[in-house]
């Protein structure tokens, strides 16, 4: 699986924000670059038109990430792969 964006990851605003980032497999991620209209639709399907548009407009903002901001995300990201893990097994 792959992390796909809909808005370019150079766009450091929304680089990690969750409407912006979509599990793909390594083709899907690949041709969406080229039917960029596909995904936008999948997308606004998936969250609804009003957070895509608030994500656009979030796409547009200048972000620079403190090093603290990068290391809490990653601690939650971190936590919450964890309790994943820990309820899958307790499934199994």
């Known amino acids: 699986m792959h992390c796909g964006h809909l808005v370019r ?6 680089r990690y924000d969750e409407d912006n980032a979509h599990a793909q497999c390594f083709r899907c991620n690949k041709n969406h670059q080229h039917n960029h ?3 936008t639709l999948r997308v606004i399907q998936k969250i609804g038109k009003k957070r895509h ?8 903002q200048l972000k620079q990430w403190k090093a603290e901001e990068l290391l809490t995300m990653a601690s939650e990201y971190l936590s919450d792969h964890a ?3 820990t309820e899958r097994m307790g499934a199994a």
């Open 9 to 14: 990851r150079g766009k450091q605003a929304v």
């Open 37 to 39: 209209e596909v995904m």
């Open 83 to 85: 309790d994943l893990t």
């Open 53 to 60: 548009e608030n994500l656009l407009i979030r796409a547009g």
